[in-house]
Each structure stands twice: as C-alpha cells, then as structure tokens.
C-alpha cells in the first residue's frame, strides 16, 4: 500500500474539530431516510422565488424561517433576487451593496460567498463601478462566468492595458454565445474601438453567436456581417444556400466568400448532406480558416473524417486555435490518425499525449500504439482520512441539500471542498459518498484524480443483485449497461430529465409502456419507472431491443437509446462508405448523442476490464458501419 501523504494544516486542524463535532452541531442524517420538515418545504419554495428573481416572495419567505439550519442560504436566496431583474439580467443596484458586504465578510471564504460575490459583479460591471468591481473580482475564487471575463476586459481597457493583449484573452474565451450576456457584445465593441480586435475578428465572434440564433447578440457584437443573409439562408435550407451561392455573382472580398462556404458546410454537415464536403473544399481552397467559428471548423474535420480526405483532416486541424484544439481530446487523436494514414511518423507522438488519459480517445490512442487498455492500482485510504473527510461541514449540507433535491446546490457546496485536495483525499471524499448513498458523487469525485485512483469508485456496481439476472436473462452485457448507467443517471435513482425521462436508465413513459406490454408485465403503471426493479427490467428490455434491431452493434445501439432507433439508421444510411466505429461516433449530428456515445462505450471498456480482469477493446466493441438503407420499425 502506498505510503500515507501528508495533509495540510486545513486537513489536521478538521481533524481536531471531528472530536467534537457534535458540539458543533455537524449531524449526517442521511439523506435518503431522514424526513423533510415544514421548514425545508418553505425553504424550498424559497430557493425557487429566488430562482426567478421574486425579491418580495424570497423576502416573505425568507422571514418565515428564522433558526433555519442554513441561515447562509436563507440570507443568499434573500438577497440575490435584488442583484437581477426579472428577466434574469443584473440591474446595477446601489441598494444591496452593504448588505452583500456584510454577507461576504459573514461567510467568507465559502462556495456560497463566492457565488454571491459572482452575482455582485455582474451588478458592479453593469453600472461600471470598476474600483469596487477590481477589488472584488480579485477575490473571485471560481472566476467562471464569461459575463464577468468581459466586464474585466473593460475594466482593464479603462485603465490602459494593452488592447492586443485582452483581445486575444477575449477570443480564447468567447466560445460559447450562450453564456455572452450583455457584458460580452459590449466588451467586443470596445476592443474592436481600441484595436484589441480586428473588424473581422469581431465578426466572427458575432457570427458564432448568429449560427447559433443569438441574433441581437450577433448584432452587437461585430455590427453588420456581410454574409448574414447568408447565414440565415444556411440556417433555415443550406441545400438551397449552396446553390444560391454558386450560382450568384458576389464581389465580395475572398475571405468573406471563403466563410459563406465555411456556414453552409456546416449545416448541410449536420444534416450529413454530401454537398457539405465540396461546400468545405471550396472553402479551404479560399483560405481564411481561422476565421470560421468553433462549430464551422469542427464540422468540417468530421465531414473530412466521413469522407476519410485525411489530408482535409490534418489541414484543418492545423488551422484551429490552440484553445478550441486543445479542449477536446479528439483532435489530438484524429490528428494522429491523419498522420498515421498519410504515412507521417509524427503520428505516434499524438497518440502518445493522450495514451494516459481515461477517456474515449484515450483508449483509442492507447490501442493505436498496440497496448492494451488497463486498470491502475487501486489506491484505498485509512481510517484518519475517512474521518478528515468526514469532518467537512460541506459535505453536510451538501447532503443535506440533495435531501430535499436541490442538486445544483448540493453540488455547489460539495465540488467547493473538494478544490485543492490531493489524490488520497479525493478519494476519501469519493468513499464518503458512497458510505452516505450519494453514488454520483463517489464517481464524480474519484474521476477527479490525477495520478493515485481507485476505479472501483469511478465505475461502482450498485443493484448488481437486481441487475444481473436481468442482463443474463436478455443475454445483455451487463458492464454496457452499466456504462449505459453512468451515463443517464449517475445512479441517481430520483433523476428526472427536462423530457421526462426517469431512474437509473432514463426510461421515457411512452418506451416504458411500450415495452412493458411487449414483454407482459401486466401491472405497469407509469409511476412504476421510478421503482428500482421496473426501471431496470424495462430499460434494459429496451436496450436488448434496439441492440437488435441494429445489428448488435453496440455504438448505434447506445445510440438509438439516446436519440431514437429511427435516427442511427438515418446517420448509417446517409454515409457513402464504411467507416471505422469511431468515425460514426464522431460525426453523429446531436452534441448529446455524439457525446453519449463515446462515454456509454468508453464506460463499458472500463467496467469490462475492471470486473473480469480482462482487457477490452474499443475498436472491436465499436466495429465499422457500413451504408445500410435505413428500416423502419415500431420501436418507439
């Protein structure tokens, strides 16, 4: 066993509260017995007035719950509707401030401090207090809020820092329009004023934001884009946008040429239509690449990929920024795989620098340079740390939180101790959250190690009993259930989707009902899918359907379980050759279930290889897939 780390003095010093921690008041109710009282359902009811920025019915409630047990949270959810209006966007309040102040010196150094000092940023930005924003901004622990980057920059620019400079800062971090707000088109707009960023720079910016519906944003952002008519038009029928394009006369400048093509590659893309390749062509022939947008140039290695114009794929990897590259492992593997198939020696150096990380493409690289995927030692923790983890009071009132299913709160408090642990402390805060049933933090904790782990917390076999005869009666491989598992629900048993799907397997109402008369089980009633068994028979029932239904293969099975039996087939259809597993996974057009994918097969080859002893392989599990004139069938 590997030799105990030491721990700092944060770690010894809980150690010395455990022994009196019931003086302290610390309980460890757990949170699947323990009942909710009047007061937690006034709490909760206030958590959701808060939610929707109610400052009156979260001032109401707030009052009724005097001596509550997290006066914290009761004051937060008081104060925070004050910051916003009821739109959700921060009004520059004056009002609140020394109430926020006093809150933050109250509670300072907590997960809830530093959210509400994040609320208060927003404010500060908003009416341009910049002396007070930079004093509390530089307190900012999380620093995870795109909104309160830009009002940053402007900060920075108002003092006269270099506009270059926050110029690249903003385009490494403006990726993603849903989160631009009103600070960032702003922010854009005055760098552009300051020379921070190029005309064309500004509008790429915006134009990703048009590509992805943020009209007004765009807007702000860059003014005017020459080719939005043409974004638009790509949008709505990128065929017909194609067409248009190659046939008009258009004296505009190449760049702007070059991104119209770049726009309606990528939605013909996602609509996996063969026009979307020539329309990519023509616009790498034009130049301009850095220019597209995170998504235009993403699509364009995966319809690269599908028509396996490796060159295309090198190229185009080539041209991404460092940041988008970098954020995704599978452009170091598929700029491996480019090289591997055009003859250059340099592949393996790609694969290498991700052979090491669990995680889909990991798994692959690991095979592309002929070894086997296996487990790492299993690091197990004493007594003492199970205690010091045991001491943090976060962890109570992360349970507490889960209790009454606020698990955007309960995580908050929970991810918040766990920053700066070191690997054995990890786990220990992982072997807590097994101990009190809070699963989904066990294996969200343990896959925050580095370099010490424990896979049995990672990818934990709860219900095996339940389980097992279910998977040996369907002949189903019951680590992809798992997988499959970990994937949905985290083996959160209550976890609900947006669409109503529900349990351990995320099973649909409508799939629930459908196969529980396939397979007679007469006294289904849709309340039933959140009892442990039902949801295990008629999800794994479902599983086994759609596996054969498409061939046993278990990538587009785990597909259809995501997105729908009808839509793999389509995707198979649509493909003019046979492409590696990978590849289809790849360039599966939903985000969620190109995601879902790799992570449910990635899980599967982990669970396999942890439970049998054997290793597994990725590539045999996610075989080729060939066109194939796509089938209808009645399953739902």
């Given at each position: 066993m590997p030799q105990k780390k030491r721990f700092n003095v944060k770690y010894l010093y809980l150690l010395a509260l455990l022994i009196g921690s019931s003086a302290l008041g610390l309980s460890r109710a757990d949170p699947k017995t323990s009942d909710l009282t009047a007061k937690d359902q006034i709490f909760m009811d206030l958590r959701e007035a808060s939610r929707k920025n109610d400052a009156l019915r979260s001032g109401q409630l707030a009052n009724q719950l005097n001596g509550y047990d997290m006066p914290d949270y009761v004051e937060y959810f008081r104060l925070k509707p004050k910051l916003y209006d009821s739109a959700g966007k921060a009004n520059g309040s004056y009002e609140i401030d020394a109430d926020v102040e006093s809150?933050?010196?109250k509670y300072k150094g907590s997960g809830l401090a530093d959210r509400l000092r994040n609320d208060w940023l927003l404010a500060l930005g908003k009416r341009k207090d910049?002396?007070?924003f930079d004093r509390e901004y530089s307190q900012f622990v999380l620093d995870d809020d795109t909104q309160v980057k830009c009002y940053s920059y402007m900060s920075r620019l108002s003092k006269g820092e270099s506009p270059k400079l926050l110029g690249n800062l903003a385009k490494a971090n403006l990726l993603d329009p849903r989160y631009f707000g009103e600070s960032c088109p702003?922010?854009?707009?005055l760098l552009m004023l300051r020379g921070g960023l190029t005309?064309?720079?500004?509008?790429?910016?915006?134009r990703t934001a048009l590509e992805m519906g943020f009209d007004t944003v765009a807007k702000r952002m860059g003014g005017e884009d020459p080719i939005t008519d043409i974004v638009r038009n790509a949008k709505t029928n990128p065929s017909n946008a194609y067409r248009t394009l190659e046939q008009m006369d258009w004296r505009?400048?190449?760049?702007?040429k070059s991104l119209a093509w770049g726009v309606i590659g990528q939605f013909l893309a996602k609509k996996l239509d063969p026009l979307a390749i020539e329309a990519y062509r023509k616009q790498h022939a034009l130049g301009g690449s850095q220019l597209l947008s995170p998504e235009s140039v993403e699509w364009k290695i995966r319809v690269a990929l599908r028509e396996k114009d490796w060159r295309l794929v090198k190229e185009s990897i080539e041209t991404m920024s460092e940041v988008i590259r970098n954020r995704d492992p599978a452009w170091t593997y598929w700029y491996g795989r480019a090289l591997k198939e055009l003859g250059d020696p340099r592949a393996n150096d790609s694969f290498m620098a991700i052979a090491g990380q669990y995680h889909f493409y990991g798994q692959l690289a690991?095979?592309?340079?002929?070894?086997?995927?296996?487990i790492p030692p299993k690091i197990t923790v004493t007594d003492i740390d199970a205690k010091i983890t045991k001491s943090l009071p976060a962890f109570d009132k992360a349970a507490k939180l889960y209790q009454m299913n606020l698990r955007t709160e309960g995580n908050r408090e929970w991810n918040w101790e766990l920053r700066g642990m070191s690997d054995q402390e990890l786990i220990a805060a992982a072997e807590y959250g097994k101990k009190i049933g809070l699963i989904d933090r066990a294996v969200n904790t343990a896959d925050r190690t580095k370099a010490e782990h424990n896979f049995y917390l990672r990818y934990p076999t709860p219900y095996i009993e339940k389980l097992q005869p279910i998977t040996q009666k369907l002949h189903l491989d019951m680590y992809w259930v798992y997988g499959l598992i970990r994937q949905e629900s985290r083996f959160v048993m209550v976890a609900k989707s947006h669409v109503g799907a529900s349990g351990l397997m995320q099973v649909m109402p409508a799939t629930g009902k459908y196969v529980a008369?396939?397979?007679?089980?007469?006294?289904?009633?849709?309340?039933?899918l959140s009892e442990l068994q039902t949801n295990l028979v008629l999800g794994s029932n479902y599983l086994s359907m759609v596996l054969n239904d498409l061939d046993g293969s278990w990538g587009l099975a785990s597909a259809a379980y995501n997105a729908g039996p009808g839509r793999p087939k389509q995707w198979r259809q649509s493909l003019t050759k046979t492409v590696d597993g990978a590849i289809y996974a790849e360039t599966i057009p939903f985000n969620e279930t190109r995601t879902y994918v790799k992570n449910v097969l990635a899980n599967a080859v982990f669970y396999g290889t942890l439970y049998t002893g054997k290793a597994q392989s990725l590539k045999e599990k996610l075989g080729t897939v060939r066109p194939t004139q796509a089938v209808s069938s009645n399953l739902p």
């Open positions: 809150f933050l010196n910049w002396q007070l702003e922010a854009v707009q005309r064309s720079e500004g509008l790429s910016l915006g505009s400048s190449i760049e702007n690991l095979e592309e340079l002929g070894r086997t995927i296996s008369k396939k397979i007679g089980m007469n006294d289904y009633r849709p309340e039933k």
